[in-house]
C-alpha cells in the first residue's frame, strides 16, 4: 500500500465550472503525478511535481493547472471544465531507488 | 503513431492456457520497462519490471528485445483471477520519471 488517497473519487460537474482534484499521499514521496485514462488511449502525464512549488507540463497540460503547497498534496485543477475532460484521473507517485510509479484509486470526472 | 503499442484484445483463453502478449515502443531512447496489471475500475499496479536478459515470477514471465524494440508477457497456467488488462509501460527519461504507458491488452480467462 503506497498510502495514496485521491479525492473525491467520483464528480459530476457541469461545462464551465472549476473543478479541483486532490491527491494525498502519507509517505512525502518527492515526486508526483496526474494522468488521465481514456479509452483507447491509455494514461497520459497531465502535470508532475518535484517537490513543493515544483511542477511541469506533461503531455496533455491544456486546460489544467496544479499546485503543490505542501509534499503530501499535489491539486489538479481545471480552471472551466469542459466534456472533452471527462475522464479517470489517477495520481502517482514515484519512491527513490525505483523506476516505477505507484497510483492512486482514481476520480471519475464526469462533465456534463 | 504511438509510442507504446498493444494489441488491446481481448484474449478469451481457458483455465490452464499459456498466453502471450506482445508490446512495442518506438523510442530506441527508452531506459525502463514494466509490466502493469489493470483490474476493471480499479488503479493499474505493477506486475513486473523487464530486464534484458529476461526475468519471470512465478507463472509470469517477461522478455525484452531492444533490437526490435519489443517487450512480451507470457502467462502459464493461466488462472481465472489473471483476468485484467494488462499494460505495457515504458520509461524514457530517467529525469522526470514519467512512464509511456500502452493502451492495454485485456484478458479474460475463463472456466
Known amino acids: 500500500d503506497a498510502g495514496i488517497t485521491q479525492s473525491p473519487r467520483h464528480k459530476v460537474t457541469e461545462t464551465g465550472t472549476p473543478v479541483t482534484l486532490r491527491c494525498h499521499q502519507t509517505?512525502?514521496?518527492?515526486?508526483m503525478y496526474w494522468y488521465r485514462q481514456d479509452p483507447g488511449h491509455g494514461l497520459r502525464l497531465i502535470h508532475y511535481s518535484y517537490g513543493v512549488k515544483d511542477t511541469d507540463k506533461g503531455e496533455v497540460s491544456d486546460g489544467y493547472s496544479v499546485s503543490r503547497s505542501k509534499t503530501e498534496d499535489f491539486l489538479l485543477t481545471l480552471e472551466s471544465a469542459t466534456s472533452s475532460q471527462t475522464s479517470v484521473y489517477f495520481c502517482?507517485?514515484?519512491?527513490?531507488?525505483?523506476?516505477?510509479?505507484?497510483f492512486g484509486p482514481g476520480t471519475r470526472l464526469l462533465v456534463l | 503513431r504511438k509510442e507504446v503499442e498493444q494489441d488491446p484484445g481481448p484474449f478469451n483463453v481457458p483455465e490452464g492456457a499459456t498466453v502471450a502478449f506482445n508490446c512495442t515502443y518506438s523510442?530506441?531512447?527508452?531506459?525502463?520497462f514494466f509490466w502493469y496489471r489493470q483490474d476493471c475500475r480499479k488503479e493499474p499496479k505493477l506486475l513486473m519490471s523487464?530486464?534484458?536478459s529476461g526475468n519471470e515470477d512465478g507463472r509470469f514471465t517477461a522478455q525484452l528485445n531492444r533490437a526490435s524494440q519489443y517487450i512480451s508477457l507470457l502467462i502459464r497456467d493461466s488462472k481465472l483471477s489473471d483476468s485484467a488488462t494488462y499494460l505495457c509501460v515504458v520509461n524514457r527519461d530517467t529525469g522526470r520519471r514519467a512512464l509511456t504507458f500502452g493502451s492495454g491488452t485485456r484478458l479474460q480467462v475463463q472456466p
Open positions: 502517482a507517485i514515484s519512491v527513490p531507488g525505483e523506476e516505477t510509479q505507484y
Open positions: 523510442n530506441s531512447a527508452s531506459q525502463s
Open positions: 509517505e512525502n514521496h518527492r515526486y
Open positions: 523487464v530486464y534484458s
